[in-house]
């Protein structure tokens, strides 16, 4: 259907102008020159501000193997509602995606269910086990970058191999860094928080070690190196110094790390990730590092689990939050509104910047996909978990007061979320 998007504030070229858009056959029209030619339907967005379709490079959709956490439809249903119109999968499922064979069930769902796009990760490691290289080369014309997510490579000569290979191959290694020696049993930061309520604690050095570790790897090998969940002041350093060096490294954090830390802990499961929230001198660190340019992007790491799953308090429950129907108001609340982040900056660490580190299309561009979120940054709403689309409800947002609300995602001109309330 053709159809245009009429009086929004549109985010084009890094700034805000106020003009119409004119969706034809999947894609932008734009220009003084375009006519609209035969009558189109209009779609009235006065009053709301129309921007590219936000992009996620880090998010657990947990299809082939584990839907009873969630799957294709309600995960890409909840990236929609959020205002994502495209994410990459990790490979943490049944099959790992670690062969042209094992990817394919990945891709069957991804056709069968999304409702946006999906781009898939293939696994480093066969199996995700640590001992042997899946088949990269194998799974190059699918897989969007190699990831062993959720378990960090181990072994160094596996790694340095792995980055070799994806040299070749042109695409991104992206670690999930995690010395796994310096675990220790711990399940929360080794700060404060965990000495006075008797927890035990998981060390920085297990993040910013491995880190380190891959930067040198990636300095050797020339390798496109992307950086999982940046949560450590150190990690931010060790990055920082790198790109300083011209190391191709690239980092992600998440909304959750950006806007809470340690002193936010509550006895409940909703409050447990890895990695952990840390300290606050962590997440002053990482704000320091999103406006230098160090971190290059925002991403959820959403990781739904079952209720039972996250029922179990501090200790005993599984690893991992929801964040993709929350992270742009919590981001634009607690960081724009006052002040913190430009909105301009926010948008290009959400969709230019991961779409150009993964070979992804983003932007308001002639002939550009029509892959748009229209978002009501007056709206005011409270996260109620049990309202989520994904079927994963555990947030540490929940209850939060936040502003900004995304009303209309739009995928190659295809309407996909609108919220009519």
């Not at 259907?1 to 700034?15: A, Q």
């Not at 790694?159 to 070749?168: F, G, I, T, Y």
């Not at 690893?319 to 634009?332: K, R």
Request: hydrophobic residues 45%; proline residues 5%; glycine residues 10%.
């Amino acid at each position: 259907m053709d159809y245009l998007l009429s009086g929004g504030t549109v985010y084009v070229g890094g700034g805000f102008v106020c003009r119409d858009l004119l969706v034809r056959d999947g894609v932008l029209a734009l220009g003084d020159s375009v006519s609209v030619g035969r009558e189109v339907p209009v779609l009235d967005v006065r009053g709301r501000f129309v921007f590219p379709g936000l992009v996620d490079v880090h998010v657990h959709l947990r299809e082939p193997g584990f839907s009873y956490k969630e799957t294709m439809e309600t995960g890409t249903a909840a990236a929609a509602r959020g205002g994502y119109t495209a994410v990459c999968a990790m490979p943490n499922l049944n099959p790992v995606p670690d062969s042209p064979e094992t990817l394919r069930a990945e891709l069957e769902r991804i056709r069968a269910g999304a409702a946006i796009r999906v781009l898939p990760y293939g696994a480093i490691s066969r199996g995700e086990r640590g001992e042997a290289l899946a088949d990269l080369a194998g799974m190059a014309a699918d897989a969007v970058a190699f990831s062993d997510d959720g378990r960090g490579v181990q072994d160094p000569a596996l790694m340095r191999e792995a980055m070799v290979r994806a040299k070749a191959l042109g695409k991104v290694i992206a670690a999930h860094c995690e010395d796994e020696r310096l675990l220790r049993g711990g399940y929360i930061h080794d700060g404060a928080y965990a000495r006075a309520h008797g927890h035990r604690g998981i060390c920085s050095e297990s993040e910013w070690g491995p880190i380190v570790r891959d930067l040198r790897l990636a300095e050797e090998t020339g390798c496109a190196y992307h950086v999982c969940h940046v949560s450590a002041k150190e990690s931010v350093a060790a990055i920082r110094a790198a790109k300083a060096r011209g190391v191709d490294v690239t980092c992600e954090t998440a909304p959750h790390y950006l806007t809470l830390c340690e002193d936010d802990l509550q006895e409940d499961g909703r409050f447990k990730m890895n990695p952990p929230l840390r300290s606050a001198e962590d997440r002053a660190a990482l704000l320091e590092g999103l406006l230098d340019g160090t971190i290059d992007m925002i991403a959820t790491d959403h990781a739904p689990h079952a209720a039972e799953e996250k029922s179990r308090g501090l200790a005993g429950s599984l690893m991992g939050v929801v964040g993709l129907e929350t992270a742009f108001a919590v981001l634009y609340t607690r960081l724009v509104k006052p002040g913190v982040l430009p909105l301009a900056l926010l948008l290009e660490k959400m969709t230019e910047a991961p779409a150009a580190r993964f070979g992804l299309v983003s932007g308001i561009a002639n002939g550009a996909p029509a892959d748009l979120a229209v978002f009501d940054l007056d709206r005011e709403w409270t996260v109620d978990p049990a309202a989520f689309a994904s079927m994963g409800r555990s947030t540490p947002f929940a209850g939060a007061r936040l502003t900004g609300k995304c009303v209309m995602t739009i995928v190659g001109g295809n309407i996909v979320w609108e919220d009519r309330a």
